[in-house]
């Protein structure tokens, strides 16, 4: 998985609780992305980042909110937690160090399952 | 609005044969395409990226081709495998800075 690991892997919590995903990579590349995967819908961006503090919004951020104050950490925030947001969750990363725009390979790490009851 | 379709049915081939899988989109202009593996329970895994100004990209036993005009990309597994079974995601880039945006993905099953 590239030097990706995600932390938990799997996580069960309740309505309204706050709940935060842990992304970490040990490549030193600069882009990172959090997405989520639901039966029909595919993997959906919620929020990436082009650099530590810099971050920017994807198609489905309503409801999360990012981090990054070190290259190798991404964090994803659920501020209080909804059924809507049982989903499994990936992160991945691209752009090696020193390299321009985000337009290679993405490699995505293994996944946290989350379940909102 | 923004749409990328893959064949939601899952394609059922016999090993050894050709596996064509499809990628069709509207209202993009993608700089690059790529193709994605994805086994169950596991993160996507890269294949391959081929570029708006190239028409095919090979590799090994895979074979990527890129039609802007008709807005479609076609995914081809030559000498298909059991091992190939798995769902294959395309993913389109460079409309919106960083990110890719990806299909749903096809599933496609060998049967020995």
């Known amino acids: 998985d590239a030097g990706i690991t995600q932390s938990p892997r799997h996580k069960v919590t309740e309505t309204g609780t706050p709940v935060t995903l842990r992304c970490h990579q040990t490549?030193?590349?600069?882009?990172m992305y959090w997405y989520r995967q639901d039966p029909g819908h595919g993997l959906r961006l919620i929020h990436y980042?082009?650099?530590?503090?810099?971050?920017d919004k994807g198609e489905v951020s309503d409801g999360y909110s990012v981090s990054r104050s070190k290259t190798e950490d991404f964090l994803l925030t659920l501020e209080s937690a909804t059924s809507s947001q049982t989903s499994v969750y990936f992160c991945?990363?691209?752009?090696?160090?020193?390299?321009?725009?985000?337009?290679?390979?993405?490699?995505f790490g293994p996944g946290t399952r989350l379940t909102v009851l | 609005s923004q749409k990328i379709e893959q064949n939601s049915e899952a394609l059922n081939i016999q090993e050894g044969k050709t596996a064509t899988l499809t990628c069709n989109y509207t209202?993009?202009?993608?700089?690059?395409l790529q193709w994605y593996r994805q086994d169950p329970g596991r993160g996507p895994v890269f294949l391959l990226l081929?570029?708006?100004?190239?028409k095919e990209k090979r590799k090994e036993r895979l074979k990527v081709t890129f039609d802007t005009t008709l807005k479609q990309s076609l995914f081809h597994i030559t000498a298909s495998q059991p091992a190939d079974s798995a769902t294959y995601l395309c993913?389109?880039?460079?409309?919106?800075?960083?990110?890719?945006?990806f299909g749903k993905g096809t599933s496609l099953l060998v049967t020995p």
């Open positions: 980042s082009y650099g530590v503090k810099d971050t």
């Open positions: 991945a990363i691209s752009g090696s160090s020193g390299r321009g725009a985000g337009t290679d390979t993405q490699y």
């Open positions: 209202n993009y202009s993608p700089a690059y």
């Open positions: 490549e030193n590349h600069r882009y």
């Open positions: 081929i570029r708006e100004n190239e």
């Open positions: 993913a389109l880039g460079g409309n919106s800075g960083y990110a890719l945006n």
